[in-house]
């Protein structure tokens, strides 16, 4: 039938007819590499978007590391009445490391997360340790306990910072 059909019809026309069918296919898979092509930018930009709110969480996470270390100076030169903006700058730490663990899909970045958020709650037991042995001695500290805390918070801050430049 289709034999009998391409008989009837000129060359002229069955060339023709054979380049509109390229044409149709040709442009039909141009349509479709458009398609795919716009899915994957919008789909890296997502992927890129949650890369960099990861990033910023982590980067938040160690200014407030870094001023609850300030804090916890000035409680400790009498600067300051109380240990609950060191600790205060700890609780909204854990809470950027929280929810930046719950953006990450690396299986290894969600253990080094916990990591450090075990290394916080150190940290906030140690303030509270240097806070109370400031109430019971009237003002003083031990010179240990307060490098203790130091230390911790500068490796808990580089922790993280080497974790963003990691990424």
């Given amino acids: 039938m289709v034999n009998k059909w391409l008989r009837n019809i000129s060359v002229r026309r069955r060339i023709v007819g054979g380049l509109l069918v390229l044409l149709l296919l040709m442009a039909l898979s141009s349509l479709l590499l458009l398609s795919n092509q716009r899915f994957l930018v919008s789909r890296i930009q997502q992927v890129t978007e949650v890369e960099s709110r990861v990033d910023r969480l982590l980067?938040?996470?160690?200014?407030?590391?870094?001023?609850?270390?300030?804090?916890?100076?000035?409680?400790?030169?009498?600067?300051?009445?109380?240990?609950?903006?060191?600790?205060?700058?700890?609780?909204q730490a854990i809470e950027f490391l929280q929810e930046a663990k719950k953006l990450t899909a690396v299986p290894e970045q969600q253990a080094e997360i916990d990591l450090i958020l075990l290394a916080l709650a150190d940290y906030q037991t140690l303030i509270d340790e240097v806070a109370q042995t400031i109430q019971e001695s009237g003002g003083g500290t031990s010179a240990r306990s307060v490098f203790q805390v130091y230390r911790l918070g500068n490796d808990i801050g580089q922790r993280i910072e080497q974790m963003v430049l990691d990424r």
């Fill in 59 to 91: 980067l938040l996470a160690t200014t407030r590391v870094e001023s609850s270390r300030i804090n916890l100076a000035r409680y400790i030169q009498n600067l300051s009445p109380s240990p609950y903006e060191a600790k205060d700058d700890v609780g």
